[in-house]
């Protein structure tokens, strides 16, 4: 039988269940498979002079087992977000200039997409397997994962 979804009955459904808060994954290296990379432009929140272009990189990062166990969960992935903030020349190009884009250059360094003559774009990223180091990071007293570095798996 198929059941017909009622986004109204959907919004006034009552639960009484509490939602419980995930233990942080503890810090570590993990496999991660990145997904679809997502262009956007940026604003500084103090200063709205300051501009620039962003790269989001989604990351499905894989759970080992035993992880799993020391956090009394069971979950074989978890999904976050790194960020690589581009810099770029005068005309609006990524600079590749000695020292510039270094979040960029491990990123496609881990993927094996930074050699001499290769072409290379964003998309490009999309389905590579990269080893992340996985950091805390303390906002509100709450503990945030944070992908801290990228490396070739």
């Known amino acids: 039988m198929t059941q017909v ?3 109204q009955a959907f919004l006034d459904a009552q639960i009484t269940e509490v939602s419980v808060k995930r233990p942080p994954l503890p810090v570590g290296d ?3 498979v990145i997904g679809e990379v997502a262009s956007r432009q940026w604003t500084g929140k103090d200063d709205p002079t300051k501009t620039g272009i962003a790269w989001d990189i989604p990351l499905t990062i894989e ?3 035993s992880v799993q166990s020391e956090m009394g969960v069971a979950m074989a992935t978890l999904n976050v977000k790194d960020s690589i ?3 770029l020349t005068d005309s609006g190009t990524i600079d590749l200039g000695i020292g510039k884009n270094g979040k960029l ?3 496609r360094e ?3 997409l ?3 003559g290769d072409v290379f774009s964003a998309r490009k990223l999309t389905g590579c397997t990269v080893l992340v180091k996985i950091k805390h990071d303390l906002w509100e007293d ?3 994962e944070k992908v801290s570095s990228v490396a070739k798996l």
Do not use: G, S
Request: with cysteine; net charge neutral; charged share 35%.
């Open 5 to 7: 979804f009622d986004p």
């Open 30 to 32: 993990y496999k991660a």
């Open 63 to 65: 759970i080992p087992e």
């Open 85 to 87: 903030m581009l810099d």
């Open 105 to 107: 250059r491990r990123y």
């Open 110 to 112: 881990a993927c094996d």
């Open 114 to 116: 930074n050699k001499p």
């Open 142 to 144: 709450n503990i945030l």
